[in-house]
């Protein structure tokens, strides 16, 4: 997982638990890079999941909180730092519908070995998208956080129904959207 992940979201901690928690957090990555993530290096997966085990622990927040929260702002980094993939559309069911064939392709051109989901896009009716993430990594809830900071940004109304399809292991899920 790319260290651009790890450091967000450590900003994101001191931010919103302050200095203290950060560190704990951190001490229980199990690393050995003692929170010292570089934006373009590449880490281990499992060090963000036990940073936000120990956050849960320490927040009551549980883990699909955090990872929502964590979509949430980690889209507001993508919003500045990839404004181009904004631009040219305006509606976040445009916008997702892309995200598999368009973004994380650009993405992986960017950062050459990230570890990205896929996303397929079952048939459905007008005015609706279908999503199916798919991961090794149990990061749907994270998928959720983006998914529902889209919606908020393009402003329209649009209900969003999220289906776990992974048995409970946050590796794969269904997001429904309809325009209202
Ligand atoms: C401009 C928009 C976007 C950019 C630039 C972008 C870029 C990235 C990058 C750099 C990573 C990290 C890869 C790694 O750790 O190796 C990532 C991961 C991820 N992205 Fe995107 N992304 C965008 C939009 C989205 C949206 C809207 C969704 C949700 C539908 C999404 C879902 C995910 C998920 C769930 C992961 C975590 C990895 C996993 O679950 O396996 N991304 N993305």
Redesign the pocket.
């Known amino acids: ?2 260290g ?2 790890f450091t967000e979201f450590l900003d994101m901690v001191e931010g919103s638990f302050g200095l203290a928690v950060k560190d704990r957090v951190i001490a229980a990555a199990g690393g050995t890079h003692d929170g010292a993530y570089t934006a373009v290096g ?1 880490y281990d997966h499992r060090e963000m999941v036990a940073m936000a085990l120990e956050l849960s622990a320490i927040s009551g927040m549980t883990m699909q909180e955090l990872l929502i929260a964590f979509g949430h702002h980690v ?1 507001g980094i ?1 919003v500045q ?2 404004s181009h ?2 631009s040219g559309t305006d509606s976040a069911l445009v ?2 519908s892309r ?1 598999d064939d368009y ?2 392709v650009e ?1 992986r051109k960017l ?1 050459p ?5 896929s ?1 397929s896009y079952p048939p459905c009716a007008a005015g609706q998208l279908v ?1 199916e ?1 798919r ?3 149990p ?1 749907a809830a ?2 959720e956080g ?2 529902r900071a ?1 919606i908020k940004y393009y402003g329209q109304p649009v209900q969003l129904a999220v289906e776990d399809i992974s048995g409970g292991a946050g590796t794969a899920a269904r997001f429904t959207l309809t325009a209202a």
Do not use: C, D, N, W
């Open positions: 997982m790319k651009m992940i590449q889209f993508f730092g990839f993939f904004f916008f997702l995200i973004i994380h993405v950062y070995g990230a570890e990205l989901p996303f999503m993430y991961s090794p990594r990061m994270f998928a983006l998914v889209t």
